[in-house]
Nanobody, 122 residues
Framework: QVQLVESGGGLVQAGGSLRLSCAASGRTFSTYAMGWFRQAPGKEREFVAGINWSGGRTSYADSVKGRFTISRDNAKNTVYLQMNSLKPEDTAVYYC???????????????WGQGTQVTVSS
């Protein structure tokens, strides 16, 4: 298992940008597929983006395609989520997740971070 700590959340106006970071501990980070989920108030958690172990393949929820970009730096044990053109409906707690099946991009999480709040004002 990897331990995950998110950072970078906050309050931003609609149309703005934020970059979330997720620092992972453990020597197995580079063998994990990684991703981001989110949960808005009153809604279920949903998949946002996923990236395979090498960073060579990614996948996105339709709602964020073209606006969000997931990336990773295995040397730094860190995964990122660059969020552009933010909308009020992107308001949610964002969770970093890890999946030990390294080739996946549609993530089935085995590890979760504690979450970071993103609030987009209209």
């Amino acid at each position: 298992q990897v331990q995950l700590v998110e950072s970078g959340g906050g309050l931003v106006q609609a149309g703005g940008s934020l970059r979330l970071s997720c620092a992972a501990s453990g020597r197995t980070f580079s063998t994990y597929a990684m991703g981001w989920f989110r949960q808005a108030p009153g809604k279920e958690r949903e998949f946002v983006a996923g990236i395979n172990w090498s960073g060579g393949r990614t996948s996105y929820a339709d709602s964020v395609k073209g606006r969000f970009t997931i990336s990773r730096d295995n040397a730094k044990n860190t995964v990122y989520l660059q969020m552009n053109s933010l909308k009020p409906e992107d308001t949610a707690v964002y969770y970093c997740v890890g999946d030990p099946i390294s080739t996946r991009t549609t993530i089935s999480p085995s590890s979760w971070g504690q979450g970071t709040q993103v609030t987009v004002s209209s």
